[in-house]
């Protein structure tokens, strides 16, 4: 595998929505790459004959039915929203850059 570049690592940070200083670019691209570096080793492993692990416990999640429950109603949830249009509430952008609303 290949090394990041600065270019790619202010990518993937912009990406990630983190602010990033100039002087902070080289020691998080050195460890960002020797994370990717160890997950490349541990695609090299030979996991035949292994089970998949599911629980690292001998409990399991005990899941409730999936039943509706009791909601606000439109007028507390417009009091509540710090920005709408009614009767919408009105949320950030959060594809493209995030530019806008």
């Known amino acids: 595998m290949s090394g990041l ?3 790619d690592l202010r990518r993937i940070a912009r ?3 983190l602010a990033l200083g100039d002087d902070q670019v080289g020691p998080c691209r050195e460890r960002l790459s020797a994370v990717l570096g160890y997950v490349e080793r541990l695609h090299g492993l030979d996991l035949s004959g292994v089970e998949p692990l599911v629980h690292v ?3 399991t ?6 039943e509706a429950g009791q909601t606000l ?9 710090p920005e709408r ?6 949320v950030p952008k ?3 850059e995030g530019a806008g609303a």
């Open 5 to 7: 570049s600065d270019d």
């Open 15 to 17: 990406l990630s929505r």
């Open 57 to 59: 416990g001998d409990q």
């Open 61 to 66: 999640n005990r899941l409730a039915a999936d």
């Open 73 to 81: 109603g439109n007028d507390v949830l417009m009091r509540m929203a």
């Open 85 to 90: 249009l009614e009767p919408f509430v009105k």
């Open 94 to 96: 959060v594809i493209d």
